[in-house]
C-alpha cells in the first residue's frame, strides 16, 4: 500500500512539473477594420441608422471561429477578439456605408440623435468564420476562405415598412500565410464587400417624403 502511494504521489507530482513547464501561450487580440481611400458608390443626404447586428450562438464569444470541416468548428484559444464581434460589425458598417456614401449622417442605433432616420438598416448573420482548405493528393493547397452568409434589410424610417430585402454570401480568400491576422483582414473585406452592397441601395433609395 505504501509503495502505491508513493508511486501515485509520483506521478501527480510528474503532472503537475510537466503543466509547470509548458509555456503559456500568449492571447493576440484582433479587429475588423473599415475600408480606407475607397470610391464612393454615390453621395447622400439621408439620414442612416445601423441597428444592432443578429449574430448565431456559435460566434457569440471572444475566440475566432474556424471551420475545419462541415461539421467540425474550433475556437482559437489564444486568438481573441478584442470586443464583441456584433459590436465591431455594427461600428464598422456604419463607417463604410459614411465613406461609401460620402456622408456623416451615419447613426449607430441606439445611438442618440437630433434628425429624424431616413432608413434603418438591419443585418442577420448566419455564418461569418473561416474555412479551412484542404489539399488532396497531387493537388494544389486549396486557401482558406473567409465566409459570409446572412441577409440585409432596409426599413424606412424606425418602421417595419421593408425597402428592400436580400440574402448575401461573401467568400473571400485568406492570403498566404494564413496566420489570424491575414485572417482577420480576409473577415473585414467581406464586411467591406457588405457594406457595398448595403451602400449601393441606399444611393439609389428615394428619400423618404415627409
Same mark, same amino acid.
Given at each position: 500500500?505504501?509503495?502505491?502511494? *508513493?508511486?501515485?504521489?509520483?506521478?501527480?507530482?510528474?503532472?503537475?512539473?510537466?503543466?509547470?513547464?509548458t509555456p503559456v501561450q500568449p492571447i493576440r487580440y484582433y479587429a475588423l477594420t473599415p475600408v480606407s *481611400?475607397?470610391?464612393p458608390v454615390g453621395e447622400t443626404d439621408k439620414v442612416i441608422g445601423v441597428a444592432p447586428i443578429a =449574430?448565431?450562438?456559435?460566434?457569440?464569444?471572444?475566440?475566432?471561429?474556424?471551420?475545419?470541416?462541415?461539421?467540425?468548428?474550433?475556437?482559437?484559444?489564444?486568438?481573441?477578439?478584442?470586443?464583441?464581434?456584433?459590436? *465591431?460589425?455594427?461600428?464598422?458598417?456604419?463607417?463604410? =456605408?459614411?465613406?461609401?456614401?460620402?456622408?456623416?449622417?451615419?447613426?449607430? =442605433?441606439?445611438?442618440?440623435?437630433?434628425?429624424?432616420?431616413?432608413?434603418?438598416?438591419?443585418?442577420?448573420?448566419?455564418?461569418?468564420?473561416?474555412?479551412?482548405?484542404?489539399?488532396?493528393?497531387?493537388?494544389a493547397e486549396v486557401p482558406e476562405l473567409t465566409v459570409f452568409e446572412g441577409r440585409w434589410t432596409l426599413?424606412?424610417?424606425?418602421?417595419?415598412?421593408?425597402?428592400?430585402?436580400?440574402?448575401?454570401?461573401?467568400?473571400?480568400?485568406?492570403?498566404?500565410?494564413?496566420?489570424?491576422? *491575414?485572417?482577420?483582414?480576409?473577415?473585414?473585406?467581406?464586411?467591406?464587400? =457588405?457594406?457595398?452592397?448595403?451602400?449601393?441601395?441606399?444611393?439609389?433609395?428615394?428619400?423618404?417624403?415627409?
Open positions: 500500500m505504501g509503495t502505491k502511494k *508513493q508511486l501515485g504521489i509520483l506521478t501527480m507530482a510528474l503532472a503537475l512539473a510537466v503543466t509547470a513547464c *481611400q475607397e470610391e =449574430l448565431p450562438d456559435y460566434l457569440d464569444r471572444n475566440g475566432i471561429v474556424t471551420r475545419t470541416s462541415p461539421n467540425e468548428l474550433t475556437v482559437a484559444e489564444s486568438s481573441n477578439w478584442i470586443e464583441p464581434l456584433d459590436l *465591431q460589425m455594427r461600428r464598422v458598417v456604419a463607417r463604410n =456605408l459614411a465613406l461609401l456614401l460620402g456622408t456623416d449622417l451615419v447613426f449607430i =442605433l441606439p445611438q442618440q440623435r437630433l434628425l429624424p432616420l431616413d432608413y434603418t438598416v438591419e443585418i442577420a448573420v448566419e455564418r461569418f468564420d473561416i474555412e479551412l482548405g484542404e489539399a488532396t493528393t497531387g493537388t426599413f424606412k424610417r424606425e418602421s417595419l415598412d421593408v425597402l428592400k430585402t436580400a440574402p448575401i454570401r461573401i467568400t473571400v480568400p485568406v492570403e498566404s500565410p494564413a496566420t489570424f491576422e *491575414q485572417r482577420t483582414a480576409a473577415m473585414s473585406e467581406a464586411v467591406a464587400r =457588405l457594406s457595398r452592397t448595403i451602400a449601393t441601395a441606399l444611393a439609389q433609395a428615394p428619400k423618404p417624403a415627409t
